[in-house]
């Protein structure tokens, strides 16, 4: 708490972002929530992922009198949260459980004497009767919650040591709290607010949109190579994140990047803790890295410079999608989200919802998480606009997603919705049997398979009723069909059966607008580029760029710590173009505070000049 007679000013904000982190100004909501803490109020902050949600409440940390206890769920990521405050000249500690007791021990007495700006907790911490006794002795400028969605029952990363966080307001009632997240949805939010108590805490909800992230989905195909494709023309050496569902997917995956050259490496919670470890080490260190992983990986993980997320597998709900695409490009630079999905997946997820542990209840949710990805899939309107809306907010058509650059052509499916519909009931009513996509198929476009001849499907009279489309197409109408609900699917084998809603086709009381599929190659959106991160910098920067990088890849391995950790890849670019020539003009480049110029100044203008 601050005594009356050093009330901090606002001013002391702005004058820590500028010294200490070297930005020169706040972005938006940060200046309104930041004065909010700092006053000693309560807050609940919604914003994207890069939104610049740290300084919300580091600056408050630095500003308040006392230490800013922050809890995060990600223990294998605090050492880097410490390197990177360190870097900055700002007194940082964590404790959990990685720690032994003598490196414990050190961080408790630095937190007594008042020599810590930040003190990163795991949440489990918090249920050791020791900790709330040290915590009492010390003096605490705020609490911050990152991740505070991890409190939410129904979200994927729940933890229930986040519900015994309601006690900090007991116990510090003085003491303001910031609880921060990415997720966005209403109803998120109002359980965070319930379950850690912060009900009074006034909400900072900013604007959702990534204007730096291309959003692109297309059809599965043949998904190695497509995604091989995308990697190798759009994102040559760049760091990137693969997501796929089940972990033997990921291992295959990896395999295949990696016998095509690329450096890839596998993440999944099946594997040994320590190469997981290892591997997340890989991924944040060095550059050009692509990270295979189940959705296991990844928060928290600040890594700035992420150029691409690609998804081989249909997400399960768009908020998960978002969180997930929204790891790319946290530096504010351009990059893609990437998604290649099929009927399979659409098959896939609702046998496993079908088949899913908890009640009806909870099933409807994973329906209608479900169905709502899907028809952010078969839009055929701006990708932008239909996230932006899921999370309750209104934008214009972007130009910087597929949709937007490519429009697909809607059209009218009535006539094939019905071609299909009707092979479904045939096989039903006049034999008796159901059969998945692949059959039917076969059935429209008239081909004497052996499956076909076996069951003399040539009888029936749809047999060939569909030439007109491609097996492609077909498998398109009977994708969109499903994410409509127009046609369900049941079974271990994915057997195609009527809903409630096809009957409504079928009498031809209801019109059908499907998106035509597009053409089998798919238009790269970009020309091929070299290295991402030197792109667009103007020709005589390029070298100089290459060169600052180079210095900064040695002096994060001299210390052990990420490049981002050193300067990110924004603040390169802005030196090799600006080719400062004073300390005093270099200091002024975004990114380079007084702590980073006193320790790093004199090397990079000697590497300008090099
Ligand atoms: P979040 O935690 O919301 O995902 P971060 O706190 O990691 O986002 O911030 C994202 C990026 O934006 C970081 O690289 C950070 O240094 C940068 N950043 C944050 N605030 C500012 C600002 N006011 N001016 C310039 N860069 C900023
Ligand atoms: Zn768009």
């Known amino acids: ?31 309104e929530i930041i004065d909010h803490v700092v006053a000693g109020h309560d807050a609940l902050v919604l914003m994207p992922t890069g939104g ?32 990177a405050l360190t870097a900055l000249g700002v007194r940082a500690g964590f404790l959990n459980s990685t720690q032994d007791v003598d490196e414990r021990r050190a961080v408790e007495s630095a937190f007594l004497a008042g020599e810590l700006d930040l003190l990163y907790l795991a949440p489990e911490r918090l249920r050791v009767d020791s900790t709330l006794r040290l915590l009492d002795r010390g003096t605490i400028s705020l609490f911050a919650i990152d991740e505070a969605h991890c409190v939410a029952q129904w ?4 933890r229930p040591d986040y519900l015994a966080l309601s006690m900090l307001h007991e116990r510090w009632p003085e003491v303001p709290r910031i609880a921060l997240t990415a997720t966005a949805t209403e109803a998120t939010r109002a359980e965070i607010a319930t379950r850690l108590n912060l009900r009074e805490a006034r909400h900072f909800v900013t604007g959702f949109d990534r204007p730096n992230i291309q959003y692109r989905i297309v059809p599965k195909d043949e998904p190695r190579r497509q995604l091989l494709k995308l990697l190798r023309t759009e994102h040559t050496g760049d760091a990137g994140i693969v997501y796929c569902l089940s972990r033997a997917s990921v291992e295959k995956i990896a395999a295949f990047l990696v016998e095509n050259g690329i450096e890839a490496l596998p993440y999944h919670a099946g594997l040994d803790p320590r190469v997981r470890a290892a591997n997340q080490a890989r991924f944040l ?43 790319a490009g946290r530096d504010g630079l351009p990059s893609t989200a990437w998604l290649a999905y099929g009927l399979q997946d659409v098959v896939q997820q609702r ?4 088949t899913s542990e908890g009640d009806e209840a909870h099933r409807r949710r994973l329906r209608a998480h479900l169905d709502a990805m899907l028809a952010l899939c078969e839009t055929v309107e701006c990708r932008r606009v239909r996230l932006l809306d899921y999370f309750g907010q209104q934008g214009a058509p972007c130009g910087n997603c597929d949709t937007c650059l490519s429009p697909p052509e809607a059209w009218d499916g009535t006539i094939a919705a019905q071609k299909l519909l009707s092979t479904v009931v045939r096989l039903q009513r006049e034999r008796g049997q159901k059969f998945g996509a692949g ?24 047999f060939g009723v569909g030439t007109d489309l491609s097996e492609a197409e077909w498998r398109g109408v009977v994708r969109q069909l499903l994410a409509q609900g127009l046609l369900g699917v049941e079974g271990d084998y994915g057997t ?10 079928l009498s031809r009381a209801r019109e059908v607008r499907l998106r035509r599929e597009p053409k089998r190659a798919e238009r790269a959106a970009k020309a091929p580029k070299a290295a991402a991160a030197a792109a667009d910098l103007p020709e005589e920067a390029v070298p100089v760029f290459e060169r600052l990088r180079a210095w900064r890849a040695a002096k994060a391995k001299e210390q052990g710590v990420p490049a981002y950790v050193i300067f990110h890849d924004a603040t390169l670019r802005e030196i090799a173009t600006l080719s400062p020539t004073s300390l005093a003009d270099l200091g002024k480049v975004s990114g380079v505070g007084e702590n980073k110029l006193a320790k790093y100044g004199e090397e990079i203008l000697q590497t300008l000049t090099g």
């Not at 046998?351 to 079908?354: F, G, H, P, S, V």
């Open 155 to 158: 979200g994927h990363d729940f």
């Open 496 to 505: 195609l059966v009527l809903t409630e809603e096809s009957r409504g086709v």
């Open 52 to 83: 610049g949600k740290s300084l919300c409440y580091q600056i408050p940390a630095l500003v308040r009198e006392g230490v800013g206890v922050v809890v995060s769920p990600l223990i294998a990521l605090m050492q880097d949260q410490v390197h």
């Open 285 to 327: 260190r060095e550059d050009g890295i692509v990270m295979v992983a189940t959705i296991a990986f990844g928060m928290g993980v600040d890594k700035p410079d992420v150029r691409f997320v690609a998804h081989l597998d249909l997400p399960r709900s768009v908020e998960g999608y978002y969180q997930e695409t929204g790891r």
């Open 439 to 462: 059959q039917i198929v076969d059935i429209l476009l008239g081909r004497k398979t052996p499956k076909v001849t076996q069951f003399r499907h040539d009888e029936l009279s749809v």
């Open 351 to 354: 046998k496993m919802i079908d």
């Open 1 to 31: 708490m601050t005594a009356p007679d050093s009330r901090p000013e606002a001013s002391d904000a702005l004058s820590v972002l500028n010294r200490v982190f070297g930005y020169k100004s706040f972005r938006p909501a940060q200046q």
